[in-house]
């Protein structure tokens, strides 16, 4: 999430999403050449952090000369531009010691998700920009949580950028009225920043703690800010819960562990517990909306000491619920799974057999898991192993790919 921060602090100063950006990416390329040599700073966020800003002072500086108007720059830029010999390593050394703060304390990760998700753009737009700029998401990656084409996510983003940059959009959290129009692309971005860090769309990892934690800390800041706002404790409170999981989802060699396999003594009873209240404090609000009914549903699993303790009709009825109130396949695929443990896979299966025929789902790899599951319960094992192999061709994860492929080796055993 150092990308975030970067870009976070570059947009405060040249008031350009795309420009800063390049700046960070320029940053990135000068560490790629000076450190192999030089050594790995101490502190290299720092350092890439004022390296970055000093090439924003450059253009900034251009910018003045050109327009005549260098001696309007602010006194931080000025007194970079007058020791302009200092190294990365010694600003970065200033910058701990406060001699560089900016006189600004917000956060300028938050600030940057408000900015991406301006009005001016669709919702769409709003999730693909953020997502890429906060979250460091790929487009392949933004695209699968969308269930959309690679294609697609690239040129919205290309175009959001495009229209910040032509309507100069102030790096600012809006106030008051101006806040509820992005409150909800705001949450929908932390939620999927959370989403793709719990469960990683692809690679050699299973999760990618970072980006869960960056999501929890942008949720608390976000709480602290909006202490009566209904659904962003809910959606904290669903974060909490579900990152208390953390060192339960993973075996001993980073392999996924399954939820009603998992050894819930190692769940994080602090966070369940920092999840409780807030979902608490969201019920006092009459909040009951889509985090806050997700919320419920994972606090259901947390409160449950043993997995076959749990609540399955309350969750089928949490879902009914959250169906209602945000249908999706998604969502209707999440409910199926819910009624096939709350009264047994042959209620579920019809269901999901229909879920088949939705143009959003096709390729979706948790489709054909959920009815492979299914299969292999009500021992149609031939049917369950091809559901599994056809689950694991689909999935980029490589760690979720041997699970799947696992799970389709098992259902030859008598």
Request: charged letters at 25%; aromatic letters at 4%; one cysteine or more.
């Amino acid at each position: 999430m150092e990308a975030a921060r970067i870009v976070g602090a570059l947009v405060r100063m040249v008031r350009d999403v795309g420009l800063a950006e390049e700046l960070a990416q320029d940053a990135m390329l000068q560490a790629l050449e000076s450190w192999p040599g030089a050594g790995v700073p101490d502190r290299p966020g720092a350092w890439l952090m004022q390296v970055a800003k000093h090439r924003a002072l450059d253009h900034l500086r251009h910018q003045a000369l050109h327009a005549g108007k260098e001696g309007q720059l602010s006194w931080e830029f000025d007194e970079l531009l007058r020791d302009g010999q200092r190294q990365p390593d010694e600003l970065a050394q200033l910058a701990e010691l406060g001699e560089l703060a900016h006189p600004d304390t917000g956060d300028d990760v938050l600030r940057l998700v408000f900015v991406a998700c301006h009005p001016l753009l669709s919702p769409e737009a709003r999730a693909a920009l953020a997502l890429k700029l906060v979250g460091g998401l790929s487009s392949a990656e933004i695209a699968r949580a969308f269930l959309v084409p690679e294609a697609t996510v690239a040129q919205r983003i290309v175009r959001a950028k495009r229209t910040l940059a032509e309507a100069k959009v102030p790096f600012e959290v809006p106030r008051g009225a101006e806040l509820t129009p992005r409150l909800a692309s705001v949450l929908q971005v932390i939620y999927l920043i959370f989403n793709e860090g719990y469960a990683a769309s692809a690679g050699s990892d299973w999760l990618r703690p970072g980006l869960c934690r960056e999501a929890l800390r942008l949720g608390r800041v976000l709480a602290g800010l909006m202490p009566r706002e209904g659904e962003v404790l809910g959606l904290l409170a669903l974060m909490e819960i579900q990152s208390s999981r953390e060192r339960a989802r993973t075996g001993p060699d980073g392999e996924p562990v399954l939820l009603l396999d998992q050894d819930r003594s190692r769940w994080d009873r602090l966070a369940i517990g920092r999840g409780l209240a807030a979902l608490d404090g969201a019920a006092q609000l009459g909040a009951y909306g889509p985090y806050a009914l997700q919320a419920a549903i994972a606090a259901c699993h947390a409160r449950a000491l043993r997995a076959d303790e749990t609540d399955w009709i309350r969750i089928a009825a949490l879902y009914d619920a959250l169906a209602q109130l945000q249908p999706s396949p998604v969502v209707e695929l999440n409910r199926a799974v819910a009624l096939g443990m709350a009264y047994g896979p042959a209620e579920a299966l019809p269901l999901v057999d229909a879920l088949c025929a939705e143009p959003a789902l096709r390729g979706y790899h948790l489709l054909p898991s959920v009815r492979g599951d299914l299969l292999a319960r009500l021992d149609r094992h031939a049917e369950a192993r091809a559901e599994f192999e056809r689950a694991a061709a689909l999935t980029r994860n490589e760690r979720e790919r041997a699970l799947l492929l696992a799970r389709s080796r098992a259902c030859h055993r008598p």
